[in-house]
């Protein structure tokens, strides 16, 4: 299998542009998570979804964050407008099932996306 | 709330050293713990995990055990090798909520010199 995939994997944009990152799950799993890593913050989940509907979205920071899942083979995040602030690695992982204890718990996270905005 | 704890780095050791990397948590449930690492320029990797109290998670030399009366993980290696070299997260795993997700802690960096 070749792991969760995520494109690209360097985004240097300016403020102000649109930035949409994408992310192919492992095949067979479920469950999507996007996350964003920062020196400050450290790893934030951003959004998750089960079966290609957003279960939880709280840790997006704001309305210029959006992410869809239109089939279970393909998501996307985008930052519309985007601001040097965002920059960041962000990170998509993917996992089967609901997350039962000892069976469907573990994550596998993609490569990252690291994005800068000037 | 759930929380993780995990001792500040940067952790520099020699080469044969013993490692600890201390992790404590607080959760409202009786979760799942795991350890993940990240190399370098890559995501998060599993390294091991423990689903109940007294479980011991292990795998390349690595093991910590879940320890529910301390509420701690701590991740230990007897010997550690300049290719540990990467940035260690605890983790854990409620059940309850939002559906089991994972809450980190902010990772700890590791560096073994040769």
């Known amino acids: 299998d070749a792991g969760v995939i995520q494109s690209p994997r360097h985004e240097v944009t300016e403020m102000g542009q649109e930035v949409t990152l994408r992310c192919k799950p492992i095949?067979?799993?479920?469950?999507l998570f996007w996350y964003r890593q920062t020196m400050m913050r450290g790893l934030e989940l951003l959004i998750y979804?089960?079966?290609?509907?957003?279960?939880?979205d709280s840790g997006m920071p704001e309305d210029r964050f959006s992410a869809k899942m239109p089939n279970a083979s393909f998501s996307t995040l985008k930052i519309q407008p985007s601001e040097p602030r965002d920059s960041a690695v962000y990170f998509c992982?993917?996992?089967?099932?609901?997350?039962?204890?000892?069976?469907?718990?573990?994550?596998?996270f993609g490569p990252g996306t690291r994005l800068t905005v000037l | 709330g759930n929380s993780v704890t995990q001792m500040e780095g940067p952790v520099t050791l020699s080469e044969e050293a013993f490692l600890t990397i201390n992790c404590t948590y607080t959760?409202?449930?009786?979760?799942?713990l795991f350890w993940y690492v990240q190399y370098p320029g890559e995501g998060l990797q599993l390294l091991l995990k423990?689903?109940?109290?007294?479980d011991k998670g292990s795998n390349k030399g690595f093991e910590a055990t879940y320890r529910k009366e301390t509420t701690s993980f701590h991740l230990e290696k007897g010997s550690v090798q300049v290719s540990d070299s990467a940035v260690y997260f605890c983790?854990?795993?409620?059940?309850?909520?939002?559906?089991?997700?994972?809450?980190f802690g902010k990772g700890t960096k590791l560096s073994v010199k040769p």
């Open positions: 959760a409202t449930g009786y979760p799942s």
């Open positions: 992982a993917s996992r089967s099932g609901q997350g039962q204890r000892g069976r469907t718990d573990t994550q596998y």
């Open positions: 423990a689903t109940k109290a007294d």
């Open positions: 095949s067979g799993h479920n469950s």
């Open positions: 983790a854990l795993l409620n059940y309850g909520g939002s559906q089991g997700n994972l809450i």
């Open positions: 979804f089960n079966n290609n509907v957003p279960i939880d």
